[in-house]
């Protein structure tokens, strides 16, 4: 072989070399930015994933709150509501007892609770109170029940109210407490029988 081409020879196999650790160092290259592709890529849709929850969570965290907050607001109107339809109920009822008041049957009702208190007392000595807007009434229950009445200071709109003072007992037939009493007691039930 020639000086020639054996030059030839050594530059071809040089450059075939050359061309294979181009080559093999373009292949690790083309690898290394693939692995690096695929890592971010699998951490961009890792993040993604990531937030479709946080914004899903937070999305349901937000629809809970606004339900939470309707769901109040209906519970507090329904409450005025039932406020307001409690107190028309009371209001109604008050002037039925007004009308009451003007019957045969409360001064029934007043004799009967008078002589109760007395029975109850004995002996003891019992102080019985009718209300003040019953006073036109005083002269004519204690002649039919032989009591000695009291006008109350206090209107309690109706009824008496008597005190066995050596029992320390207070028996309380007034309308103003009963009306409160059931008041007090009185709720509206949901169709389902829950207040």
Do not use: W
């Not at 937030?51 to 005025?80: C, D, F, M, W």
Request: proline share 1%.
């Amino acid at each position: 072989m020639t000086l020639e081409e054996k030059i030839e020879h050594l530059q071809a196999s040089s450059m075939e070399q050359a061309r294979a650790e181009g080559n093999a160092i373009i292949d690790s290259h083309r690898e290394a930015l693939e692995k690096l592709f695929q890592d971010h890529k699998t951490e961009a849709e890792h993040q993604a994933e990531t937030r479709v929850k946080a914004e899903t969570t937070n999305a349901k965290l937000r629809y809970n709150q606004a339900l939470a907050r309707s769901q109040l607001e209906i519970k507090r109107r329904q409450g005025k509501v039932q406020q307001e339809l409690k107190d028309k109920i009371f209001d109604e009822t008050r002037s039925l007892l007004d009308d009451y008041m003007k019957t045969e049957a409360y001064r029934s009702f007043l004799m009967k609770c008078i002589l109760q208190a007395c029975d109850f007392a004995g002996s003891d000595p019992v102080t019985i109170y009718i209300s003040p807007s019953d006073k036109e009434k005083l002269a004519d229950l204690e002649n039919a029940t032989g009591a000695k009445l009291t006008v109350s200071a206090e209107d309690f709109i109706g009824g008496m109210r008597a005190v066995i003072r050596e029992r320390n007992v207070l028996i309380d037939n007034s309308f103003k407490t009963q009306l409160r009493n059931e008041y007090d007691k009185f709720i509206f039930l949901g169709g389902d029988g829950i207040a």
